[in-house]
C-alpha cells in the first residue's frame, strides 16, 4: 500500500463492504430459525384455510407430497378411530373444543420422544369435525441448516473479493491523488520538471491540468523573477563600478587640470615678482602659453569623451581609402621619425573600406602616436594592412618595451597611464584609448593589442568596401 490515504480508503471501503454481510450473518445465525418455523406456520394456515374453503376438488395427495404434510379430517367423537400420531390425539384430548369457536386455528410445535419435531396445525371446521394438518420441523431446521452453512461460507468467499476490491479500488482511486501529492512537494521545492498525466475524466483531472498550468505558470514567474533579480544585480554592479568610474575620472580630470594650473601659478607669480628678466620673462610666458595649451587639450578631450560616452556622436558611414588616410596621418610624425631615427615600413596597399573617415582618422592618430611616443630610438613602426573575410585588418607595431600582461586589459580605461612621466611628456591625457574603444564600438569592430617578441602591435578591424 502506498501513502497513508491509500490505507484509509482500503480500511474503510473494507469496513463498508463487510460490515453489512456480517450484520446479515448474525441476523440469519439468530432470527433464521424463528422466521423459517413462522413461514411455515404460514403455510399450514394457507393449506388449512385451501381445504376449509375450497371447491372440493383439491389434489389432496399432490399438496402433501409438495408441501411435505399430513392431513387428517376426523370428527371429534370419532377421532380414535383415525390411525393418526398418539401426540396428536393427545393435542386433542388436551384441548377443551366446545369452547373453541368454528373456524379458529391452532398450532403448535411438539417435540416427541424419538427427538422429531412436529409442527401440527388444528381447525375447527364444525362442532363436531376438525381439520389436522402435521409436519415434521426437522425439514424446517435441514432447510435452516444448510442455508447457515451457504452463507457461512459464502461470506468468507465475500469477505475475501470485498478485501480484493477494496484493495484494487483504493490503489485506483489514490494514485491520482498521491501523484497530485508528490507533484505539489516538487513545486513546493521549486521542481517544475515533473507533469501530472491524470485520465480520470473527473474533477481530479481536471485539478491535474490545473495545477500543470499553475506550475507553468509559476515556473515562468520565478524564471522572469531570476532574470530580473540577475539583471538587477548587473545594473547594480554597473552602477558600483560607474560610481567608481565616476570618482576615478573627477579625481583624474582634478589631477590633470591641477599640475598645469599649479605650473601656471608659479610662473605667474614668478612674472609678478619680478623674479625673472631678459630671456628668462620669455620663457616663463611660454611655459605658461604651453600649459594652457596643454589645458585646453585636456578640456577638448574631456568633451569629446563626454560626447561619444553618451552616444551624442553618430557614424556618418561612407567609402574611402584606408592607405591614403594613413599615409596623410603618417606626415604628421615625419619629423619626429627623423629625430629618433625610426624605421617606418607602411605595407598597406590600395584598400577601399566601409566607415566614419573622421572618426576613423582618430583612432588612427591615436595609435600613430602612441607608437612614435613609446618606439625608442633607432626602433622600428610598421603600419600593415590584411584581409580578413568580409574585413580589412590594421595593424600597427612599434618595437620597444612591451605592456605588462596584468595591464594590457586596463589600458582602455578612462585616464589609465603607464608611465605618467613619459605620458606628459608627450601631452598624453589618458583619455585616447577610451576614445578609440568608444569609435571602434560604434563600428562594431574588432581590436585589441598584443605583445609580440620585440614590441608591441595595436590592431583593429573596418569592412571591406566592394
Same mark, same amino acid.
Given at each position: 500500500?502506498?501513502?497513508?490515504?491509500?490505507?484509509?480508503?482500503?480500511?474503510?471501503?473494507?469496513?463498508?463492504?463487510?460490515?453489512?454481510?456480517?450484520?446479515?450473518?448474525?441476523?440469519?445465525?439468530?432470527?433464521? +430459525?424463528?422466521?423459517?418455523?413462522?413461514?411455515?406456520?404460514?403455510?399450514?394456515?394457507?393449506?388449512?384455510?385451501?381445504?376449509?374453503?375450497?371447491?372440493?376438488?383439491? +389434489?389432496?395427495?399432490?399438496?402433501?407430497?409438495?408441501?411435505?404434510?399430513?392431513?387428517?379430517?376426523?370428527?371429534?367423537?370419532?377421532?380414535?378411530?383415525?390411525?393418526?400420531?398418539?401426540?396428536?390425539?393427545?393435542?386433542?384430548?388436551?384441548?377443551?373444543?366446545?369452547?373453541?369457536?368454528?373456524?379458529?386455528?391452532?398450532?403448535?410445535?411438539?417435540?416427541?420422544?424419538?427427538?422429531?419435531?412436529?409442527?401440527?396445525?388444528?381447525?375447527?371446521?364444525?362442532?363436531?369435525?376438525?381439520?389436522?394438518?402435521? %409436519?415434521?420441523?426437522?425439514?424446517?431446521?435441514?432447510?435452516?441448516?444448510?442455508?447457515?452453512?451457504?452463507?457461512?461460507?459464502?461470506?468468507?468467499?465475500?469477505?475475501?473479493?470485498?478485501?480484493?476490491?477494496?484493495?484494487?479500488?483504493?490503489?485506483?482511486?489514490?494514485?491520482?491523488?498521491?501523484?497530485?501529492?508528490?507533484?505539489?512537494?516538487?513545486?513546493?521545492?521549486?521542481?517544475?520538471?515533473?507533469?501530472?498525466?491524470?485520465? @480520470?475524466?473527473?474533477?481530479?483531472?481536471?485539478?491535474? @491540468?490545473?495545477?500543470?498550468?499553475?506550475?507553468? =505558470?509559476?515556473?515562468?514567474?520565478?524564471?522572469?523573477?531570476?532574470?530580473?533579480? %540577475?539583471?538587477?544585480?548587473?545594473?547594480?554592479?554597473?552602477?558600483?563600478?560607474?560610481?567608481?568610474?565616476?570618482?576615478?575620472?573627477?579625481?583624474?580630470?582634478?589631477?590633470?587640470?591641477?599640475?598645469?594650473?599649479?605650473?601656471?601659478?608659479?610662473?605667474?607669480?614668478?612674472?609678478?615678482?619680478?623674479?625673472?628678466?631678459?630671456?628668462?620673462?620669455?620663457?616663463?610666458? %611660454?611655459?605658461?602659453?604651453?600649459?594652457?595649451?596643454?589645458?585646453?587639450?585636456?578640456?577638448?578631450?574631456?568633451?569629446?569623451?563626454?560626447?561619444?560616452?553618451?552616444?551624442?556622436?553618430?557614424?556618418?558611414?561612407?567609402?574611402?581609402?584606408?592607405?591614403?588616410?594613413? =599615409?596623410?596621418?603618417?606626415?604628421?610624425?615625419?619629423? +619626429?621619425? =627623423?629625430?629618433?631615427?625610426?624605421?617606418? +615600413?607602411?605595407?598597406?596597399?590600395?584598400?577601399?573600406?566601409?566607415?566614419?573617415?573622421?572618426?576613423?582618422?582618430?583612432?588612427?592618430?591615436?595609435?600613430?602616436?602612441?607608437?612614435?611616443?613609446?618606439?625608442?630610438?633607432?626602433?622600428?613602426?610598421?603600419?600593415?594592412?590584411?584581409?580578413?573575410?568580409?574585413?580589412?585588418?590594421?595593424?600597427?607595431?612599434?618595437?620597444?618595451?612591451?605592456?605588462?600582461?596584468?595591464?594590457?586589459?586596463?589600458?582602455?580605461?578612462?585616464?589609465?597611464?603607464?608611465?605618467?612621466?613619459?605620458?606628459?611628456?608627450?601631452?598624453?591625457?589618458?583619455?585616447?584609448?577610451?576614445?578609440?574603444?568608444?569609435?571602434?564600438?560604434?563600428?562594431?569592430?574588432?581590436?585589441?593589442?598584443?605583445?609580440?617578441?620585440?614590441?608591441?602591435?595595436?590592431?583593429? %578591424?573596418? =569592412?571591406?568596401?566592394?
Amino acid at each position: 500500500m502506498k501513502g497513508k490515504i491509500s490505507r484509509d480508503i482500503f480500511f474503510y471501503m473494507m469496513i463498508i463492504s463487510i460490515l453489512p454481510i456480517f450484520l446479515i450473518y448474525l441476523l440469519n445465525a439468530t432470527l433464521l +430459525d424463528s422466521y423459517s418455523l413462522n413461514k411455515k406456520k404460514e403455510e399450514l394456515h394457507k393449506i388449512s384455510k385451501i381445504l376449509t374453503e375450497g371447491d372440493g376438488n383439491i +389434489d389432496i395427495p399432490r399438496l402433501k407430497r409438495e408441501s411435505n404434510v399430513e392431513v387428517y379430517f376426523l370428527n371429534i367423537e370419532d377421532r380414535y378411530q383415525y390411525r393418526i400420531d398418539e401426540d396428536v390425539r393427545g393435542i386433542l384430548d388436551d384441548l377443551d373444543w366446545n369452547n373453541v369457536e368454528i373456524g379458529v386455528n391452532f398450532q403448535k410445535v411438539y417435540q416427541k420422544e424419538q427427538g422429531i419435531n412436529l409442527l401440527v396445525n388444528i381447525t375447527k371446521i364444525t362442532n363436531q369435525m376438525f381439520l389436522v394438518i402435521t %409436519t415434521p420441523i426437522s425439514s424446517v431446521e435441514n432447510s435452516v441448516k444448510i442455508s447457515r452453512e451457504f452463507y457461512y461460507y459464502s461470506f468468507f468467499l465475500v469477505a475475501f473479493l470485498s478485501l480484493l476490491v477494496s484493495y484494487l479500488f483504493s490503489n485506483k482511486v489514490s494514485k491520482p491523488i498521491i501523484s497530485l501529492e508528490k507533484n505539489a512537494k516538487d513545486i513546493a521545492q521549486l521542481n517544475f520538471d515533473e507533469k501530472l498525466d491524470i485520465k @480520470t475524466g473527473n474533477e481530479l483531472e481536471s485539478l491535474g @491540468t490545473s495545477i500543470n498550468t499553475m506550475s507553468e =505558470k509559476l515556473e515562468n514567474a520565478i524564471d522572469n523573477l531570476k532574470h530580473a533579480n %540577475t539583471q538587477l544585480e548587473i545594473d547594480l554592479e554597473n552602477e558600483r563600478r560607474l560610481e567608481v568610474m565616476r570618482r576615478s575620472f573627477i579625481s583624474s580630470v582634478n589631477h590633470e587640470l591641477k599640475t598645469p594650473l599649479a605650473i601656471m601659478r608659479v610662473y605667474a607669480e614668478g612674472l609678478l615678482e619680478g623674479v625673472a628678466s631678459g630671456e628668462e620673462v620669455e620663457e616663463y610666458c %611660454t611655459t605658461i602659453v604651453e600649459e594652457v595649451e596643454n589645458m585646453e587639450k585636456i578640456v577638448k578631450e574631456l568633451l569629446y569623451f563626454s560626447e561619444i560616452e553618451a552616444g551624442y556622436k553618430k557614424a556618418e558611414m561612407g567609402t574611402f581609402r584606408i592607405d591614403t588616410l594613413a =599615409k596623410k596621418i603618417l606626415e604628421k610624425y615625419s619629423h +619626429d621619425f =627623423k629625430e629618433k631615427n625610426v624605421q617606418v +615600413d607602411f605595407l598597406i596597399s590600395d584598400i577601399s573600406v566601409d566607415g566614419d573617415i573622421k572618426l576613423i582618422e582618430r583612432v588612427m592618430e591615436n595609435f600613430f602616436s602612441n607608437a612614435v611616443n613609446y618606439v625608442p630610438e633607432n626602433g622600428k613602426i610598421k603600419i600593415g594592412g590584411v584581409s580578413d573575410g568580409d574585413s580589412i585588418k590594421i595593424t600597427v607595431f612599434n618595437s620597444g618595451e612591451k605592456i605588462p600582461e596584468d595591464k594590457i586589459n586596463e589600458i582602455w580605461k578612462p585616464f589609465f597611464k603607464l608611465d605618467q612621466a613619459r605620458t606628459r611628456k608627450y601631452g598624453g591625457t589618458g583619455l585616447g584609448l577610451s576614445i578609440v574603444k568608444k569609435i571602434l564600438d560604434i563600428h562594431d569592430s574588432s581590436y585589441g593589442v598584443r605583445n609580440l617578441i620585440d614590441g608591441v602591435e595595436f590592431f583593429f %578591424t573596418l =569592412k571591406n568596401s566592394r
